[in-house]
């Protein structure tokens, strides 16, 4: 029992739950890049690299911010602050995440191992970058979306301008959910220094900026459709994740916070699991 406690622990510290929101969005790539279902040995190894990818960005994050999670009402009850896992642990979790990521990377090709380098290095540096720019929500914008460029140099083994849409559409649609996240600190943030655009820009234009954000994320998955000659089928889709993200954003008003967890977890588990499944749909089922 206790080596299960301390499993979920870690699973804990890293919001394992929240491979959802990435997780769909490579595997929707590895479609796309395949034509249909890729093979079981490369669903396997682009599973296994997005979330040892992911892990290693959240154990190194938590030690990054361990300090400031203290101090935050938010985050004190996360595991480094209470001592359930000691930086070191989460240092040496986050290392051997950051392994398991790069041999995923040798066994998918010889390219997505040259390129995994990089994509540690965005992925730790977001960790950093709300120390010095409120341009830190599309810094991990781009590191979320390292997953479905990632994932369709995993099936093609080659570079396309063609998964640029959908890694794009990653980018605006993770930037402007964690301005969403972001809101929940933002009196934290004035007070320590840090930086984030609630914290530039206050909760009213933050709101508008994260839903500019969303607007241009569905466009580029509408592009994405048209570069890739997609069916009526994805069609549908889009219309689906657009209702999705416009009640993401009533759930969230100026003057009524409450609803922020259902706006931030729910709804975008769903929206990245509509792309998945209607991309399926229309690449392999149909």
Known sequence: MAKQARVVSYLKMIKFSHSLFALPFALSSAVL????????????????????????????????????????????????????????????????????????????????????????????????????????????????????????????????????????????????FDILYALADIEFDRQHGLYSIPQRFGIRTSLNIARVFHMLTWMLLMCCGVVLRLGPVYYIGMAAVACLLIYEHRLVRPGDLSKLDIAFFNMNGYISITVLAFIALDKYFL
């Open 33 to 176: 890049a395949a034509g249909g279902l890729p093979t079981p040995y490369k669903l396997l190894w682009i599973t296994v690299a997005m979330v040892a990818a992911r892990s290693a960005a959240m154990g190194m994050n938590r030690v990054i911010d361990r300090k400031i999670d203290a101090e935050n009402p938010r985050t004190k009850g996360r595991e480094i602050p209470t001592g359930v896992i000691s930086p070191v642990e989460a240092a040496c979790f986050a290392a051997l995440s950051c392994a398991i990521f790069v041999f995923s990377a040798y066994m998918l090709n010889p390219l997505c191992l040259k390129l995994s380098p990089i994509a540690i290095f965005v992925i730790y540096l977001y960790s950093y970058t709300k120390r010095f720019t409120w341009g830190c929500h599309i810094v991990l914008g781009v590191a979320i979306a390292l997953a479905p460029f990632g994932a369709w140099i995993a099936v093609r083994g080659a570079l396309s301008w063609q998964a640029v849409p959908l890694s794009a559409a990653v980018i605006f649609w993770l930037a402007g």
